[in-house]
């Protein structure tokens, strides 16, 4: 075996290492769960890499850099969803990473319990702000939406359905650009990625 060949072996193992950790850093595991910790309870969310992969892996950095914490619910609709990841209880919007594509086409529904991104009128639009469903919305759906696209689900609550009833239930009022702000804030006090 010359030199020649085997630097050439060598560059290759190098380069398939390197693949396999990037590919690795960016295929969150199968079976990850947030905890959201609120001012009126803990929610688990299932997160869901093989349908939402993308939204999954911007989820998962917002988490990590802390982005969620100290954020409120800004908008609680009872009858809807309840919103959150963007404004500090001052009314504040925090910076947010560029916008992803649109994964709504992946066969998950807006269903009670489901997590979705949330976005302009702009399909391409979502950055850090999602809502939680809580009532079944099949309007949302790629299937179902007046503008085609949908919304994209990328997680499900698999604890905390009961908190998230707390919160759909409190108090709301208008308060400049926010038409169904809690009269008290709903905070996340932290949001983190649970250890299997």
């Known amino acids: 075996m010359n030199a020649s060949t085997l630097l050439r072996g060598c560059g290759r193992l190098l380069m398939m290492t390197l693949l396999g950790l990037c590919l690795g850093a960016a295929a969150p595991s199968w079976s990850q769960t947030v905890r959201l910790s609120t001012s009126l309870g803990d929610i688990d969310l299932e997160l869901h890499p093989d349908k939402a992969p993308a939204t999954v892996a911007n989820f998962l950095a917002y988490v990590n850099t802390r982005h969620f914490d100290g954020l409120i619910f ?72 007046r503008d085609g696209q949908g919304y994209a689900v990328f997680a499900t609550v698999t604890a905390g359905l009961d908190v998230l009833d707390q919160i759909r239930a409190v108090p709301v009022a208008a308060q400049g650009q926010f038409a169904h702000l809690p009269s008290t804030p709903v905070t996340i006090l932290r949001a983190r990625v649970l250890k299997p």
């Open 74 to 145: 800004h908008r609680v609709i009872a009858s809807f969803m309840v919103q959150t990841g963007g404004y500090t209880a001052q009314l504040q919007q925090r910076p947010t990473r560029p916008p992803i594509p649109l994964e709504s086409d992946n066969g998950l529904s807006n269903v009670r319990g489901s997590v979705a991104m949330a976005r302009t009128a702009d399909p391409q639009s979502a950055t850090s702000q999602f809502y939680i469903n809580v009532v079944d919305n099949p309007f949302l759906d790629k299937a179902n939406a």
